[in-house]
């Protein structure tokens, strides 16, 4: 009996580790699914319970600045951005966000200072980094002026 009993929580055991870690794939892939439906408010509640689970998922954290982003809240963005760069420094979509932001906030040394990051680290989205040093060319002369 006692050996039983110790076969069948084994088994219990390993079936709900299994689903738990199955879950979790399904919380991310959920919100995305509700994030490209631009469901942004159960697409969030989504990747804040796939970040219980997973707290090192720098996607969670990304696709929750993106959902700040679309809902215009910077600080929130700022914070999700923060986070993912601090789990995936070379993460080049989470570093233009961010020089998007600094560029708004007028933070010409930061938006230098993650420009040569994003140099360094761009496959995709390289041509973007030249619009914003463009950009940002055009605006400091106008600030020197002054």
């Keep these: 009996m006692n050996k039983k009993f110790k076969l069948i929580l084994f088994f219990y055991l390993v079936i709900n580790i299994f689903n738990v870690s199955k879950s979790n794939e399904n919380f991310f892939n959920k919100g995305l699914e509700l994030y490209n439906d631009k469901k942004y408010e159960d697409a969030r509640f989504m990747f804040e319970r796939n970040i219980v689970f997973n707290p090192k998922d720098s ?33 080049e979509e989470a570093l233009l966000m961010s020089m998007k932001i600094a560029l708004k906030k007028s933070n010409y040394s930061k938006v230098k200072d993650l420009s040569k990051t994003f140099t360094k680290v761009c496959q995709k989205l ?12 055009n605006i400091e002369p106008k600030n020197n002026e002054s």
């Design 59 to 91: 996607n969670s954290y990304l696709y929750l600045a993106k959902i700040y982003n679309a809902q215009e809240n910077q600080k929130k963005e700022e914070k999700n951005l923060d986070t993912t760069l601090l789990i995936e420094p070379n993460n």
């Design 126 to 137: 390289c041509d973007e980094n030249k619009i914003i040093l463009e950009t940002l060319a």
